[in-house]
DNA sequence: TTGTAAGCGTTATCAA
DNA sequence: TTGATAACGCTTACAA
């Protein structure tokens, strides 16, 4: 591997004159400097990471920590993440949990955006109140290095359902995720809250507790099916589930939108071919938004106000107007 | 930050030890090594990744490289790299082709999987005579340090192509992808081989070069449609491009397969869910291979045979039986 | 079984 | 404008 060193000696100066060069100082002469970065050209030199990061203790790197491989949505996160992180001159390394705690740790990335609910809240609390900036995606942190970007889940949540109750839907199932994520807290409250308003029971019978993948949307719709009287809106809170609920609804011969609506959260790929109603999340401008503060975080300029982004309802085939 | 120097500290004895017992060495004294870990614990220390990969010039870390944040399928293959690696105590991260090479001349990383086609093959070349195993995906490279894991496009889409002619299809279509690449290469080379031994025709103006994205499909549909008579199918070299084509003719009325079949390549989510007739591409399996791959080399176990995946057709309703 | 000390590639301080 | 040197956190001979 070629080193700092190999180039001082081919150059016939100092390691500490080619550092300077290639860190932009002005400490150097002109001549001196067009030289030693044609001779890093010509060696192809690169910078060692490790020893720059062990020495400097700063990095330029920033770490992305996902592990949810089902959802093609991240895809678009990382893709505002990388936009915005490429246009500031800086890294971006993605990893799962799995190795996430131990590059944090180590000084080769300088902030993360953590995604992964494995990763615990105490966990990144004891990280950050080592001076380590941290944004995090779809929960709220209250730590004065620790940014949370969340999801506005509740108002369009309720504008969806009460768009249902206006379109004559009254006998509600609704499939839940995860119990403990925020998300699907709010998501659900919204679904009650608006029923509540509008004087609509609602029963825990219809209830299905599922974990944000298609196959638990699947499983629930088939509960369903089996029981006397199935409702008119199936309001699920995540689109992967929505769609498993769809798939099981055409394999036993039920019509939707006419025997049973459905609806979704995310706005997938998918959701759009099959017709899905559903709440669009602008995933690629999260990641952007998320990138903007860690960054700016790293920078100094400490903001830790949760952020919030809203979303839209997109009205498709999935649901109609009762008669 | 919490260094190996504090926990000797902490716990009365010299770094070394320290080093000894967190890297499993076996002269240690046991009362010792047990303090020693629960130190550790209590004060939540982590080894500088930076400080190690220094010294030992070694890495258990490899790294995944891409770019197209379009193609929801390279989640899968990330999924079955992640899985391989974790299973056999490496670590993984992922990065763009912005940071790559950084990432592979530092060591940090003892070895890569290479997707992105912007990474150059001189530059991959140039990095594995260094001694630095490397696996790239889709394409082959003639070098003792590169490994090549390439999905068989030939066979299959022969197959496909036959099995179109046999269904009764005489006029057809082709949406090449990027000229360059390896996969479209053999994908349209198949193409013009099964035509060829049927005695079909093929005439350059029915060609479309696409660049594998959904908007280049989309628009070479719709100047397909301004000619005076439209293929009887539209061969596409992936599904992106095919399903951009099937949202151009049902923008314009043509139904598919009634007035035009269409096929596509990679068997992506949404390819199901618009039944379209496609080439299903092993991702988990590929990456979980290339995983594997790469860390038998790292460990020593020489083998740069290209490999190669094969692939299976699957019939959906954007192809039907010619009457 | 444990400790001492050198050195990995880099940056930063200070002297020349 | 340049160079010598210490230090970052860790591993590894080798000495005790």
Known sequence: MVGIKDIAKAAGVSVSTVSNVLNGKKNVGEETRERILNICKEMSYYPNTAGKALKSGKSNTILFNF??????????????????????EFDLII??????????????????????????????????????????????????????VVVNNYDPMREMIQGLVDRGYRHFGFVGGPEQTADNKERYKAFRDVLEENNISFQQKSYFAGDYREKSGYTAAKILLLSQEIPDCLVCANDNMAIGAMKAFRDNGIRVPEDIAVTGFDNCDLAEAMELTTVSIPNYERGYIAARYLIENIRGKRNVEPFKISAKIKWRGSVAVKK
Do not use: Q, W
């Open 67 to 88: 592990s949810d491989f089902d959802r093609s949505f991240y895809l678009k996160i990382i893709n505002g993440i990388s936009d915005y992180v490429n246009d500031n």
């Open 95 to 148: 990893c799962t949990e799995k190795s996430c705690e131990k590059y944090m740790r180590s000084n080769l990335t300088g902030g993360s955006i953590i995604l992964d609910k494995k990763m615990k809240d105490e966990v990144l609390i004891k990280i950050a109140s080592e001076h380590y900036p941290i944004v995090v995606l779809d929960r709220v942190i209250d730590n004065p290095y620790i940014k949370s």
